[in-house]
């Protein structure tokens, strides 16, 4: 029934910070007891005709610029896209200071992809790694029941004294699908948004790549036909996962009586994405379980709740569990046989 868990969240526009490799030394940022860099300015939205860039299709996307005394941050996201369905989002950054170089790239990429594994509640191992060029990465990685994929490419201004490749500038491309795994969709869209993206009427070098119609790409992955429409959290076609309907009593929030659960195993273990009508909206999460019919399960919640357990399954396929929250409050729950 019901691996590693973590709670759903936006995707990965959330500014993980590219560990650079900087020439000279960087000043100690002053912070408020809040945390916030003292003097840092907060995400304006701008008009893409502000922006750094020029792109082929400017009308789809909603742009934010954040302005710090040594680097300059964008962040663009295809108005399209939403929450829980078929996604795609921009981050750029540009150093005032220093240069990202290709000597430590491979390990700042992979921290970045376990990063926002994290934020998904992927586990690590179910990362793929793809190398474009020496300065443009793929990453391939599942979220709930999409399938995910991140791309990087180091550009710009090179600076002296680098044996490997730099630049002083970054763009990191996310997109979702909802649905079937499609690798060649998410790829192409990646370089296709690179691609687009001119600065001073020049785009960064897709060495040995050729980018193909932003328009086109995203219009098959916004498709209204296809499964990432808004409301739908995982469509009955979903490949490797099972949907099932799941009865809930949660002490605490009343309102949760029964739900839908889409369950992804392999033999002994396995993952799931459960919907429930009430306090919250999402819980990603996993299972273990025993040689026989029993297990243990554990979720998190997209409102911060916490849940763990141990599960049984009846000779009629059906599954009893029960568990508590980070709250103290006692949970049971029964899952139809398939």
Known sequence: MLGPSCSFSVIATACLILSASVQGAVAQQ????????????EWQRITPAASEFDVTSPHHF????????????????????????ARLAVFYERLNVGSFTTSSYE?????????????????????????????????YLPHGAN????????????????????????????????????????KNLI????????????????????AQSY????RELFSPTSTSQPGKT?????????????????????????????LRHDQTRGRILITVKGAFRQSNGGYNMDIGRSGAWNIVCTDGLKATGTFGNSPDGTTHGSGKDNNGAPIRFSIAPS
């Open 107 to 139: 390990q700042t990429f992979e921290r970045l992809a376990v990063g926002l594994a994290g934020h998904f509640g992927t586990d690590v191992d179910d990362i793929r790694y793809e190398k474009l060029s020496r300065a443009f990465r793929l990453a």
């Open 215 to 218: 328009d086109n790409l995203s």
């Open 30 to 41: 002053s912070k408020t007891l809040g945390g916030r860099i003292i003097g840092e300015a």
């Open 191 to 210: 370089i296709a948004t690179v691609g687009s993206m001119r600065q001073d009427g020049r785009a960064p070098k897709l060495i040995g790549l050729e």
């Open 234 to 262: 995982a469509p009955r076609d979903v490949v490797g996962w099972e949907r099932r309907d799941i009865k809930i009593d949660w002490a605490g929030n009343p309102d949760l009586k029964t739900g839908t659960i889409f």
């Open 147 to 186: 399938h995910c994929a991140m791309g990087m490419r180091i550009f710009g201004v090179s600076q002296g004294g680098h044996t490997s490749f730099n630049g002083d500038r970054n763009i990191r491309v996310t997109v979702c699908k909802q649905g079937a795994p499609d690798d060649p969709l998410l």
């Open 62 to 85: 909603m742009v934010r610029k954040k302005v710090f005394s040594q680097r300059y941050q964008e962040r663009w996201t295809d108005q399209r896209s939403t929450r829980d369905g």
